[in-house]
């Protein structure tokens, strides 16, 4: 089939990559005939949601016909009153993926800069792109955002900053008290753009990022229903920022962009702290269990408090990535994230998820082995 057409796209589209989410289980069911298939590639919450919200939703269903309420006034007034902000400072999306594109469509003129780390969250890269923006990237240190490093490529073009905290796809959490410093130093004219879609699975003390909203109005906080809630199928997420930050996202995103569905979810979600403790906790367990098992394979692997683990290999991540696949095991390799093409993050599943992963992994290692000591 023929390829070019005659109506060119935009020249910010050339070379632009297309994301590549992680391999669906029935694909890999399909292609292998494999009965058993567990995926850890999209740091899916392995639990599922509240039952709240899965009650939520058969209700809501109910009402499927009729169009949703376009800013969701009753989620964001609930979200407004367990973080201590006001309404007008909340904005829900289509996940916080599409406040992403909000920010750089409303924000980022053909030649602004945008800072962000060289191995972080993809989609930050690519909005930017799109709207003519130019990405500086600043290397990570031992797989965490270099905020000194990140400070200094500030300029006059800055227009904004990303910072994924934990970072996807290291889980590696930036230091408290250099994060204020950080944000207390961007310019005021330059957007703050904190991603903290992992931050309910943190353990250690964390800055206290929206009490700084009222001091920094550049400042911008992500958050999501995607991980820790499981409602990565209904897409919502959910950001705090300045009321004037918000109603510049309004004039920008799409009529109807989160469903009935979706907010009715979320808002139950809201209400079982229970299932969201629960799931911290096992996944805290299970993700240090991982961790262990992964270093005494002699791995090198990112001290993580996100959902998910990133394991450095000597070999190239993709040759883990297919034995892994064939034998049922689906994660993703640094190739296919934009990162080291010598790393693999993997996401912590249930116990007995992670069972077989080792399993399969230990079945697998020595021959990856061998074949690096015959190359």
């Not at 899965?54 to 376009?70: K, Q």
């Not at 883990?320 to 010598?342: D, T």
């Amino acid at each position: 089939m023929d390829t070019v057409h005659p109506v060119e796209p935009r020249p910010q589209l050339r070379g632009l990559g297309v994301y590549a989410p992680g391999m669906p289980i029935e694909e890999v069911a399909r292609r292998y005939g494999l009965k058993r298939i567990v995926k850890l590639a999209s740091n899916e919450n392995p639990y599922g949601c509240s039952h709240k919200a899965t009650d939520a939703v058969v209700r809501e269903m109910t009402r499927a016909s009729l169009y949703p309420e376009s800013l969701g006034p009753e989620l964001v007034q609930k979200l407004a009153q367990k973080a201590g902000v006001r309404a007008e400072q909340v904005l829900i999306g289509n996940g916080s993926d599409e406040i992403i594109r909000m920010l750089s469509r409303a924000y980022v003129h053909p030649g602004d800069e945008v800072v962000m780390a060289d191995i972080t969250f993809p989609r930050y890269q690519t909005n930017v792109r799109i709207e003519g923006g130019r990405v500086v990237a600043v290397p990570l240190r031992e797989g965490v955002h270099d905020l000194a490093a990140m400070k200094a490529a500030i300029c006059d073009k800055t227009r904004m900053v990303f910072v994924c905290n934990p970072n996807n796809p290291t889980g590696t959490v930036v230091d408290k008290k250099a994060l204020l410093e950080f944000i207390r130093a961007v310019p005021e004219h330059v957007l703050l753009v904190l991603d903290e879609a992992y931050i309910e699975y943190v353990e250690q003390e964390m800055l206290d990022s929206i009490a700084l909203l009222q001091e920094h109005p550049n400042l911008v906080i992500l958050r999501t229903f995607s991980k820790i809630y499981g409602l990565a199928g209904l897409r919502i997420g959910y950001g705090f920022m300045h009321p004037a930050v918000v109603q510049s996202l309004i004039q920008v995103k799409d009529a109807f962009n989160t469903s009935r569905l979706a907010q009715a979810a979320a808002l139950a979600s809201l209400e079982d702290d229970e299932f969201v403790e629960n799931c911290r906790n096992q996944n805290a367990q299970e993700r240090e269990r991982l961790t262990k098992a992964l270093r005494s394979f002699g791995l090198e692997v990112y001290p993580s408090e996100a959902n998910f683990v990133m394991a450095l290999v000597e070999e190239d991540g993709m040759d883990w990535f297919n034995a892994l696949l064939k034998r049922g095991v689906v994660i993703r390799c640094g190739a296919q994230l934009e990162a080291n093409p010598h790393t693999l993050r993997i996401s912590v599943g249930t116990p007995e998820e992670n069972d077989f992963l080792l399993t399969v992994l230990q079945e697998v290692l020595p021959d990856l082995r061998k074949e690096t000591m015959q190359g």
